[in-house]
């Protein structure tokens, strides 16, 4: 079945010229959790916080410019959105999430638009199958980062993998990683339907289905690109 890997856009003359287009804040405005900012949103000891996060002091870069979709320098599961944007996602099927009002300013053109950001928990590693996946291990040198070692993982069953995973240098150390070159989900995945979610553990890459693809190209939303992927 086709998906696609999920990417924001770098076509400078769409999304500017910097890279992430939303990376930091305003003068005044605090992110720390005490003060109910944005950071509250990377408490792992909860899924969402209990009350709503002021999210009123972002700053659009300076080379950056306003699209449906806006790059943040913040979280891989946190996603910033027009109202546009907004209303397609709440007719699609992603994972577990919360959506939350904010405001981006540019201090450049001087004006802030409202927009959306959403924190989204998706972990679908549990379903794929891997026995009829390919996985492989990557370690790089620490000294020449061209000098990569690449090995095959196999697994035949979740249970494998995870003994191999949990006995791997995985959380240890920065060069190690473990990618697919191809996934097979199982067909209790497939029920789901789901148009966005990460696998997590192995492959940190979002996933959106063809659905997602097709809605954001027809409603001409900016700032996304797309990947296709067979799983």
Known sequence: MKFYKLDYGCDNEIVGNQFPQVWDFVKGYSPKPEDNGLFTLYDEDKLFPEKEPDLSGLKLASGAQFTDFLSNGFDNDIYLFSEKAKILLENLNLDLHRIYPAKVISLRKKTSRDYYMMKIISKRWELVDFANSELYEKIEDEEDLDDVVINPVT????KEFRNKYDNSNFDNEWNYNIEAKRIKMLDSFY??????????RFDFSWYVSER??????????TGLEFEPVEM
Not at 212 to 221: D, P
Request: avoid cysteine; glycine fraction near 0%; charged fraction near 20%.
């Open 155 to 158: 697994a035949h069953s979740l």
């Open 191 to 200: 029920d789901l339907h789901l148009d966005m979610f990460k696998l997590d």
């Open 212 to 221: 997602f693809v097709e809605a954001v190209i027809q409603n001409n939303l």
